[in-house]
């Protein structure tokens, strides 16, 4: 399949701060010459994940911990007792390359599907004695480790790092700096969400009273003050589903359910930044899909110039004005004929001949996956 999945969303939050920068304040980004709010692909990436509509079953899990998870994992699962399990699973990681420092932590983020946690589980209890070698006082190094591994370990280990089908996995990648072989290429690209329009840094003066203070005292018990802004972004993604397809290991019913659960997941998505003060829970406006044949077309340099609102008018209407005219503009010039959209529409300004009008984020998601599907029967 030749063809890129696209989604561009129009959401405006209220005051917020979504994902913040080494100062605490809300990062931002200079786009056409004026400033622009801005949330991480990063960020926006994170809320994708802890989405509930993201299938927990093939779901991966970033973390430097995995002796814990591992030992956790042999206990109940398998009824295996604390003693000396430490030293068989640093020898099963070994024999993958893996090594885990004097922490019990290993040497970086290691992004894996439960599928391949479960796998490295079923092999130290299938070869529990096997690994029971003695432990050297002497640090090894990651080679050594895995010279040490017995050979039956080490074969079934390769076979072990395939991605495990996890979605997440599958869609943003992994690199794995030691292990290059067992590397996936993202499937998905995910832009840095900027605003429309140019942003005004904002601070919020606040102060906290002392419940217990007494009437001679005077003045606050806390003085601080917290950075925010209120923002219309443009949020774009793109899906390459022949790579995604790739990535599932052929898997073509957990790539339909997968890109149902993700377009589902990605209008759903916020970012937890300072929630607690904020609570902007302010869904999408307008989220339209775009089935692509030639290549992408990211269609934020339609807020090249910011919007600006009119008397009386929100933001979020005129940018769903000016990234219609843009699309049509661009697609003229670098569009294929069967090329297509859908949409949903809150602001009610997109043009009603431009695609498909849907009325709820599950049209949304099954023409998402029907697209697909009929696109791999072609």
């Known amino acids: 399949m030749s063809l890129f999945i696209e989604f561009h969303l129009i959401q405006n939050f209220a005051p917020s ?29 994170r809320a994708v994940r802890q989405t509930a509509e993201f299938p927990a079953g093939h779901q991966g899990v970033r973390t430097k911990k995995l002796l814990e998870l591992l030992s956790e994992q042999l206990h109940t699962q398998f009824g295996r007792e604390a003693e000396d399990m430490s030293t068989r699973i640093q020898l099963a990681l070994a024999a993958a390359g893996l090594a885990v420092k004097e922490d019990g932590k290993t040497e970086y983020l290691l992004f ?49 790092m395939n991605g495990g089908k996890a979605l997440d996995v599958a869609l943003f990648g992994r690199m794995l700096a030691d292990l ?18 140019r942003v ?30 209120s923002a219309t972004f443009y949020r774009y993604t793109n899906i390459n589903p022949a790579k995604l397809l790739d990535n599932l290991q052929g898997d073509r019913e ?50 090249e110039t910011p919007v600006y609102a009119e008397r009386g008018q929100a933001l979020t ?29 809150l602001s009610q300004a997109w043009p009603q ?13 099954d023409w998402v996956a029907q697209h697909i599907a009929n696109a791999q029967e072609a």
Not at 259 to 271: D, E, Y
């Open 317 to 345: 209407k005129p940018s769903v004005v000016k990234l219609a005219e843009y699309d049509s503009a661009l697609s003229a010039v670098y569009g294929d004929p069967r090329d297509c959209w859908a949409y949903l529409d």
């Open 17 to 45: 701060n979504l994902n913040r920068d080494d100062t605490g304040a809300p990062k931002d980004a200079i786009f056409g010459g004026y400033r622009r709010a801005r949330i991480s692909s990063q960020c926006l990436k």
């Open 180 to 197: 290059p072989e067992v590397n996936q290429d993202a499937a998905c690209q995910m832009a840095h969400a900027i605003s429309t329009h």
């Open 200 to 229: 005004e840094r904002e601070f919020d003066y606040f102060t906290a009273v002392d419940d217990k203070g007494g009437p001679e005292e005077t003045g606050a018990g806390m003085i601080g003050q917290v950075e925010f802004n």
């Open 112 to 160: 894996l599907g439960q599928q391949e946690i479960n796998g490295f589980a079923q092999l130290i209890d299938q070869h529990w004695d096997s690994l029971a070698a003695p432990a050297s006082s002497e640090k090894k190094s990651k080679k050594d480790a895995k010279a040490s591994a017995p050979a039956e370990v080490v074969k079934q280990a390769k076979t072990i």
């Open 353 to 365: 001949d431009k695609g498909d009008k849907l009325n709820s984020l599950t049209e949304l998601a």
């Open 254 to 303: 957990l790539l339909l359910n997968g890109l149902r659960a993700f377009t589902l997941a990605l209008a759903r998505a916020i970012p937890t930044g300072k929630q607690n003060t904020f609570a902007a829970h302010n869904p999408p406006s307008f989220i339209g899909v775009v089935i692509r044949h030639a290549s992408p077309i990211n269609l934020a340099n339609a807020f």
